[in-house]
């Protein structure tokens, strides 16, 4: 029906918003920045609900939806969630799993505040606890008939270990237990958790994935089933993620694959160039031939090693912001997996709220320095550390 008698009051309110040519072929996916889809009337609105279309921004969105096909055909995974952060997408899946009176079993150097996430579920009478998830004498230990999940990472911060994924995989079927895994530092890109047993993979996108330190996002894949159940709570919850946040995590992951091999490839020659260097004291990256998982980690894989490296130098204040200000184009970040090369300080920033001795005893000494790699050339960013390094020179 033609408004032409609506005053310009009204006229304010819808003219231009509908646009008349031909919109079905963009080359690329519009952003859907709207909180809800009309229905055409009761009959349309009915079909919607079955078929589980477009009409509430909280329910469902086509930029969710996009990322979300992507993400699932990435890590391997029947359908995946995605949530408004990395840590949205834990505590998501560790809601829809947990009933009280149960157990987790949690790798002591998970990301800080999943730990502080997963000690707050005593609270609701779920125990949790922390072992290291690369010995499995200690995982049996703790396993009981309570446990319902165990949960780890593929490759830890900031010391860089990973786990027999395989062997994870039989003890949990063994015991009618999940396995969940956080893939934010490898990305699918080096390994498919899903794959190698895995039940349930979440992601940071925020990192590697997106790529572009632009945006905060992350997602949960698994099956179908396990989603479904993720969504309906989530729903509730409201830890869905944005249109635009969707929209510009989509753009960013087109080229993960790029960059990633990139970065991989820098993060090598950098852990070689380091463990090289006279005033470097221990590296740590599973590319390594000399690391002790380099064999588990050549095989789970397949000759890449990530982005993320950590080396230990002497531990003097004074030095080490000389030696971060000496970094040139490198800059001191509280995140990883951009484009850019970024370097951290775990003991002043991710564990800064560790008891040092529980610190130390992690292998997180006070001169551990953790790397990002970025794409930058090989050569510039050789030159760029070994030239700050030369601060522990006396
Ligand atoms: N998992 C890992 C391994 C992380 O490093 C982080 C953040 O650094 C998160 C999860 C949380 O991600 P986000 O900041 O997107 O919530």
Not at 103 to 113: C, K, Q, R, V
Not at 186 to 198: E, I
Not at 254 to 262: E, G, I, P, W, Y
């Amino acid at each position: 029906m033609e408004n032409e008698f609506l005053n310009r009051e009204t006229e304010l309110l819808y003219k231009g918003a509908r646009i008349s040519k031909s919109t079905k072929t963009p080359e690329t996916l519009p952003l859907y920045m709207t909180t809800a889809f009309n229905v055409e009337d009761l009959n349309d609105l009915t079909k919607r609900y079955e078929h589980k279309d477009y009409t509430y921004i909280r329910t469902r969105n086509p930029n969710r939806k996009a990322l979300s096909e992507l993400v699932s055909y990435l890590e391997n995974g029947e359908n995946s969630l995605i949530c408004p952060s990395g840590m949205a997408a834990i505590s998501t899946t560790i809601l829809t799993l947990a009933t009280s009176g149960g157990e987790i079993i949690a790798d002591h150097t998970l990301y800080g505040e999943s730990i502080e996430l997963l000690n707050y579920l005593n609270k609701f009478d779920i125990k949790v606890r922390f072992v290291n998830t690369c010995n499995l004498t200690e995982i049996k230990k703790v396993l009981n008939k309570q446990t319902i999940a165990i949960y780890t990472e593929t490759i830890s911060n900031p010391t860089i270990k990973t786990v027999d994924f395989i062997a994870l995989h039989e003890l949990c079927q063994q015991n009618g237990v999940k396995l969940i895994v956080d893939n934010t530092f490898a990305t699918s890109y080096v390994v498919k958790p899903l794959s190698l047993g895995a039940d349930i993979v979440v992601n940071s996108l925020t990192k590697f994935a997106n790529g572009h330190s632009d945006v905060c996002i992350g997602s949960i894949t698994s099956t179908d089933e396990f989603i479904q159940q993720a969504n309906a709570l989530q729903v509730l919850l409201g830890t869905v993620a944005s249109p635009f946040d969707s929209w510009l995590c989509e753009r960013g992951m087109r080229t993960m694959d790029l960059r990633l091999a990139k970065q991989n490839s820098n993060a090598l020659a950098l852990a070689k160039a380091l463990s090289e260097n006279p005033y470097v004291k221990k590296v740590n990256y599973l590319g390594l031939e000399k690391n002790p998982q380099y064999e588990l980690a050549k095989r789970q894989f397949k000759n890449n090693f990530g982005g993320m490296l950590s080396f230990e130098v002497e531990p003097d204040k004074e030095k080490l912001n000389h030696f971060f200000q000496q970094l040139n184009f490198v800059h001191y970040a509280m995140t990883l997996g951009g484009f850019r090369t970024t370097v951290a300080h775990p003991a002043s920033s991710s564990h800064h709220d560790m008891p040092r001795k529980e610190r130390l005893k992690l292998g997180i000494s006070d001169g551990l320095i953790r790397i990002s790699t970025g794409i930058e050339n090989t050569d510039d960013l050789l030159k760029t550390f070994a030239t700050a390094l030369q601060t522990f020179k006396e």
